[in-house]
């Protein structure tokens, strides 16, 4: 079985700093990797997605991320946040071999922005 | 990608009451899911639900407590069955797309107190 571990359960940052989410995964298996954010009462929306070949990867709202399998890692980065990035964000796994596969999800990052 | 409506997307509800939730999928999916989401914490995979076939729980979770219907490629139910305050959470309906990407799409999620 997969799981997926954030590192950080809260990250403050002031405006226009970088940030890093940190997320592990484990699996005996090749996986798919996501990472989902929750704004404040609504639902989930994909930022991105790994599947296969480029490791780095862009998403959405200027978002990228880097799938490293030697250390079984797809951490999320932007270089430079605003106030409406402050959401709660989510890395999630997928096994590859099976199709339609369900998601497991980490534990949450809760990204704060501070102006 | 399809969009998914869910209905009621908040309620409050008595303890040892039950509460159907509703799923629909603009366009036709093989497999959905059911999530749930406690206060502060992580989504946690309650059923996959397949048209024609009964639910596969995931363990914890059990028909009488959550019973789902999947009549039909497009909708879904959920029952929170006798409610206590410990079922207070966010239910998320979700399916997989096809082509293999297993790229989750979720609808707004129902809130749901139990009081």
């Known amino acids: 079985a997969q799981s997926v571990t954030q590192l950080d359960s809260q990250v403050p940052v002031f405006e226009e700093a970088p940030v890093e989410l940190r997320c592990n995964y484990s699996s005996s298996v090749s996986v798919y990797l996501f990472w989902y954010v929750q704004y404040p009462n609504q639902g989930l929306q994909l930022l991105l997605k790994y599947l296969s070949g480029s490791t780095l990867v862009k998403g959405i709202n200027g978002f990228e991320a880097e799938f490293n399998k030697s250390q079984t890692s797809f951490h999320l980065r932007k270089p430079s946040v605003h106030i409406s990035d402050t959401a709660e964000y989510f890395c999630a796994v997928s096994v590859k071999e099976t199709s339609g596969s369900r998601l497991t999800f980490g534990e949450g990052t809760q990204l704060t922005v501070n102006p | ?115």
């Open chain 2, 1 to 115: 990608s399809a969009v998914i409506s869910q209905k009621p997307s908040r309620d409050i509800c008595q303890r040892g009451t039950s509460l159907t939730i509703q799923c629909q999928v603009d366009s036709q999916v093989t497999m959905m899911f059911w999530y749930r989401q406690q206060p502060g914490q992580s989504l946690t995979l309650i059923a996959t639900a397949n048209q024609g076939s009964e639910a596969t729980y995931e363990s914890g979770f059990v028909i009488d407590k959550f019973p789902i219907s999947r009549p039909n490629l497009t909708f879904s139910t959920l029952t929170v069955s006798n409610m206590s305050p410990e079922d207070s959470s966010i239910y998320l309906c979700t399916y997989m797309s096809s082509g293999g990407t297993t790229e989750a799409f979720f609808g707004q999620g129902t809130r749901l107190t139990v009081v």
